[in-house]
């Protein structure tokens, strides 16, 4: 655990207004990544994939901090996925900015929720089966279903 705390002490984050920064997303490899792959995050309707790398380094670090495996139960949703189509406007998911991870147990769901809002995650979802993450430029927001 120290180790993993460590590492994220010497993770630097860029200092953003989280009310008027953009995601970014760019062409990655995916041995950039430590836990996931992109297909992780694959639209379970339509395949497609915009998700942003700057959100999936987070979730790693958050992934890294939390020592338990993540398992994206949904990552990036199409416009055309039946939840985002109907939205008035699509959501975080449809951003490429927002993952829901499998939680078992409430101590997992606690530490996942308390890691998240630390490390900035500014949209924090409380489910029994799923914690939704997301870096939403809006208001921060945190929710249970």
């Excluded at 606690?110 to 430029?137: P, Q, S, Y």
Aim: aromatic letters at 10%; proline letters at 5%; hydrophobic letters at 35%.
């Amino acid at each position: 655990m120290w180790s993993a705390y460590r590492r994220l002490k010497n993770l630097s984050f860029p200092q953003v207004n989280i009310l008027t920064a953009e995601p970014k997303v760019r062409d990655v490899k995916m041995s950039e990544f430590k836990y996931f792959k992109l297909e992780d995050f694959d639209c379970q309707e339509t395949g497609e994939n915009e998700m942003s790398t700057e959100f999936i380094e987070r979730l790693d670090g958050i992934r890294e901090v939390c020592g338990f495996p993540f398992i994206v139960t949904s990552g990036y949703r199409s416009p055309d996925h039946p939840i985002e189509a109907r939205k008035e406007k699509p959501g975080q998911h449809a951003q490429g900015i927002a993952a829901d991870i499998k939680v078992v147990g409430g101590a997992q769901r606690r530490l996942l929720v308390e890691k998240a809002l630390h490390m900035g995650f500014t949209g924090v979802g409380v489910d029994k089966n799923f914690i939704h993450v997301d870096i939403r430029t809006t208001t921060p927001v945190l929710w249970v279903y």
